[in-house]
């Protein structure tokens, strides 16, 4: 049980390392390019293609990684509550 | 026996999903190194032309902020001390602008006399000069263009400030 346990454990972690990295590259990306600047209706003239899309996905894909992440750690947190339960 | 293997399955997924996404988020966020610098040589262009605008440049400008070229409008352009790159800002409405406004009306300063307006004679810039301008200290500045009511033709005046 004990084994089960810390596994549930990596899982919460690995989940809450997975939504920490996607916050701090969204704040990263946001700082280097001056997003909110972009998006207040300033447009760079010559904004390369790669950037152009990264910027119109990064926003999405870090909501998915937060979902996903959510998710796997409720999984992970109802399955340590019912195996203390069941003791 | 099943449903804790399915369990597993389903908590191992999901960890493995937001992994990859937030790897993939890492990516896109590496995409401002990859691009490397935003360079400002088109604006350059833009000004090089003064006085009639014509081209890709002026069809950018009628794209981007749906300008009218034979409408007096004023453009604000920013540029960030530390990054690479150079922004054009809104056109702004000539009354959102108390020096253009006063343009406007027709009894205050003339076009013609850009003193009147604050601006020093110093402060006119020739095409030469501005390409050491956009790649050099200034912080912010903003670019007024008009139509010269006397020439018939477009006059550009700029007028700058530092960051303090």
């Known amino acids: 049980m004990m084994r089960s346990l810390w596994t ?52 999405l894909v870090v909501v998915a990684t937060l979902i996903l992440s959510l998710l796997a750690a409720a999984v992970a947190g109802w399955r340590v509550w019912m195996e203390v339960r069941s003791g | ?27 896109l966020a590496g995409a401002p190194e990859r691009a490397g610098p935003v360079h400002v040589e088109e604006l350059v262009g833009v000004e090089r032309r003064m006085g009639v605008w014509m081209g890709p440049e002026a069809e950018l400008l009628e794209s981007y902020h749906g300008l009218a070229l034979m409408d007096m409008y004023l453009l604000a352009i920013v540029r960030s001390a530390e990054k690479p790159s150079l922004s054009w800002g809104h056109p702004l409405g000539v009354e959102e602008d108390p020096a253009v406004s006063v343009l406007d009306q027709g009894d205050g300063p003339r076009l013609t006399d850009p003193e009147a307006l604050g601006l020093a004679a110093e402060d006119r810039r020739t095409a030469v000069e501005w390409s050491d301008f956009c790649y050099g200290t200034v912080d912010r500045w903003r670019m007024f263009v008009y139509r010269d009511p006397e020439g018939g033709d477009y006059v550009t005046y700029f007028q700058w400030t530092r960051e303090p």
């Open chain 2, 1 to 27: 026996m099943l449903m804790p293997r399915l369990l597993w399955l389903v908590e191992l997924g999901l960890l493995a999903a937001a992994v990859c996404s937030a790897a993939l988020c890492g990516w």
């Open chain 1, 8 to 59: 549930h454990g990596l899982v919460c972690a690995g989940a809450a390392v997975s939504a920490l990295i996607a916050l701090v590259a969204l704040v990263r990306f946001r700082v280097d390019c001056n997003v909110s600047a972009f998006e207040a209706g300033a447009y760079w003239l010559d904004v390369p293609p790669d950037l152009l899309s990264a910027m119109q996905y990064l926003d």
